[in-house]
């Protein structure tokens, strides 16, 4: 099997860990496809210099041939399935009830900062009108 | 950068991250025990895929550009700790995104479409609401 074959039956199983396996359906939500392209655009970027400067080298036979940033296409898919499986274990284990909390931001002096401001903003610009 | 060409793209991949940590409070590192379990399943799945991708030819690592300290199965440790950074990296990165569109404390229907279904107020229907309803800490 090539590494193309294996990259594209990777991306299928994530998915199907995804929806059917652990049920956490994160290919269908926006706060999935909000992080992905964050994450894939830093991994054009370590990814890049690790076949760039030839830390790791494919089989030519292997891949199709097709380059993104000197990373053969396929590390995309696997990227992708390594993401999607990460993320959908965490997302399980969350639902399962492991470690809910203390959720993401809670406590953060910044964000509540931003958020008191907004606030502010709002009301000034609606009077009595304050949600 | 030699034989720590690799540990160094690693180490600049989890300083690019770790901040958030700290910043925006994701709280993953505090929920070390869920992270834990996160890593042990991707690097069980992952390793073995990279295993048997070693053993089929599909690639290789450069000794002169890896720390040299090989695992059974001409598996590089600067490898395996990829499976390691990487996720921690993804999970920094989802809890970031979550942190700044939904804070917590705000009301969140089950319709949200920016929830992901693990909050702490989602009662899903059916067999998960037991689970649901185990918080533990």
């Known amino acids: 099997m090539s590494y193309t074959v294996a990259a594209l039956l990777g991306v299928v199983a994530a998915v199907l860990v995804d929806l059917v396996v652990l049920r956490t359906r994160l290919v269908l939500r926006a706060v999935f496809w909000a992080t992905y392209p964050i994450i894939v655009g830093f991994q054009l970027l370590s990814n890049g210099i690790l076949t760039g400067r030839d830390i790791v080298r494919y089989d030519p036979a292997a891949i199709v041939g097709l380059r993104i940033a000197y990373a053969p296409v396929e590390d995309l898919l696997f990227g992708f399935a390594m993401v999607l499986f990460t993320l959908s274990v965490w997302v399980w284990l969350g639902r399962r009830g492991v470690q809910r909390t203390p959720a993401a931001g809670e406590g953060d002096w910044l964000l509540a900062r931003l958020r008191r401001r907004r606030r502010a903003r709002q009301s000034a610009a609606a009077p009595g009108d304050e949600h | ?137």
Do not use: K
């Open chain 2, 1 to 137: 950068m030699g034989q720590l060409s690799y540990l160094a793209v690693l180490a600049g991949c989890l300083f690019a991250a770790i901040w958030l940590e700290p910043v925006l409070r994701v709280n993953v590192l505090r929920r070390w025990r869920r992270l834990s379990l996160t890593l042990l399943a991707v690097v069980v799945v992952f390793v073995a895929w990279d295993l048997a991708a070693i053993a089929a030819g599909h690639w290789s690592f450069d000794p002169a550009q890896t720390t040299g300290v090989l695992l059974p199965g001409q598996l590089p440790l600067d490898e395996l700790l990829f499976f390691v950074v990487v996720p921690i990296c993804t999970v920094l990165g989802f809890e970031a995104v979550r942190a700044v569109r939904t804070p917590p404390g705000r009301p969140r229907r089950p319709d949200d479409r920016w929830s992901a279904g693990d909050e702490a107020d989602h009662r899903p229907a059916g067999d998960e609401a037991d689970a649901g309803r185990r918080r533990v800490r």
